[in-house]
Nanobody, 115 residues
Framework: QVQLVESGGGLVQPGGSLRLSCAAS????????MRWYRQAPGKEREWVAT???????NYANSVKGRFTISRDNAKYTLYLQMNNLKLEDTADYYC?????????WGQGTQVTVSS
């Protein structure tokens, strides 16, 4: 069965950094495009970044220049390096995979940016 497990969230101060991880299993990870989404309290879930099976990346304007999405196919793991964190980055962050026309989500990891 497909499983996505996020980790690495926590409490950080503005300007700080975190690296989120998403451990994947149950599908051919190397062939799948992977995405990060986030959802702040009371707001709609929004797309953050995408990385394709060939390494092409795209980012939401709000995180360009600060976040980096990457993957390690040998470890079946997706990453999101977050630098220069802002208060507005506070949210639950979710890993997303779309293999075989299906959509899979992890349970999320909480990121809180606070001074």
């Amino acid at each position: 069965q497909v499983q996505l497990v996020e980790s690495g969230g926590g409490l950080v101060q503005p300007g700080g950094s975190l690296r989120l991880s998403c451990a994947a299993s149950g599908f051919t990870f190397s062939r799948a495009a992977m995405r990060w989404y986030r959802q702040a309290p009371g707001k709609e879930r929004e797309w953050v970044a995408t990385i394709t099976s060939v390494g092409k990346t795209n980012y939401a304007n709000s995180v360009k220049g600060r976040f980096t999405i990457s993957r390690d196919n040998a470890k079946y793991t997706l990453y999101l390096q977050m630098n220069n964190l802002k208060l507005e980055d506070t949210a639950d962050y979710y890993c997303n995979a779309v293999p075989n026309g299906l959509n899979y989500w992890g349970q999320g990891t909480q990121v809180t940016v606070s001074s």
